[in-house]
T-cell receptor, first 115, second 110 residues
């Protein structure tokens, strides 16, 4: 039973390009959460999605960032026109149920570097 | 506002010492609290999960406690080893999402 899979592991982009980060949740999980970790900081919540729905995007920057979790396929975090300040580790987590007491399972993250 | 604070930010101890890491949260309407370990440049490894109805959980040399009424959790590490050196994060689960503290970076010196 594979865990949460994120790819790519490392992504290098030049300023102004687009970054697409993918997350496949654990089998059977329909809830996905994206977090960002800036250098020397903790994890900051970005967005929570359920299949085909954005439930909570209170942590998403207002511009350039978007997320989706289609009926089929992985969840995608998309960053348009990247800037150097977007350089960070982006982690995805999944769970089976929203409000149960179960644990979150995290992927290994995508390290985004903007040149 | 749901805030999670971890104290201290960094801790250095000699090998063999017992130590306590602290986590406090402002909103006590939690579902659970989860302690993670993060090695430099790596992802998160789940250590212990405490449900809101529980007081503590143990795994090997690790013991986590939860006092929901006072908004506090502690992670106790017994007989620390150099391999315990890492950043320890606590995550408080609320309805819909978890909020993380900024972590405590632990260094265990041989």
């Amino acid at each position: 039973n594979a865990g949460v899979m994120q790819n790519p592991r490392h992504l290098v982009r030049r300023r102004g390009q687009e970054a697409r980060l993918r997350c496949s949740p654990m089998k059977g999980h329909s809830h996905v959460y994206w977090y960002r970790q800036l250098p020397e900081e903790g994890l900051k919540f970005m967005v929570y999605l359920q299949k085909e729905n954005i439930i909570d995007e209170s942590g998403m920057p207002k511009e350039r960032f978007s997320a989706e979790f289609p009926k089929e396929g992985p969840s995608i975090l998309r960053i348009q026109q990247v800037v150097r300040g977007d350089s960070a580790a982006y982690f995805c987590a999944s769970s089976w149920n929203r409000d149960s007491g179960e644990k979150l399972f995290f992927g290994s993250g995508t390290q985004l570097s903007v040149l | 506002k749901q805030e999670v604070t971890q104290i201290p930010a960094a801790l250095s101890v000699p090998e063999g010492e017992n130590l306590v890491l602290n986590c406090s949260f402002t909103d006590s309407a939690i579902y659970n609290l989860q302690w993670f370990r993060q090695d430099p440049g790596k992802g998160l490894t789940s250590l212990l999960l405490i449900q809101s109805s529980q007081r503590e959980q143990t795994s090997g040399r690790l013991n986590a406690s939860l006092d929901k009424s006072s908004g506090r959790s502690t992670l106790y590490i017994a007989a620390s080893q150099p391999g315990d050196s890492a950043t320890y994060l606590c995550a408080v689960r609320y309805a819909g999402k978890s909020t993380f503290g900024d972590g405590t970076t632990l260094t265990v010196k041989p």
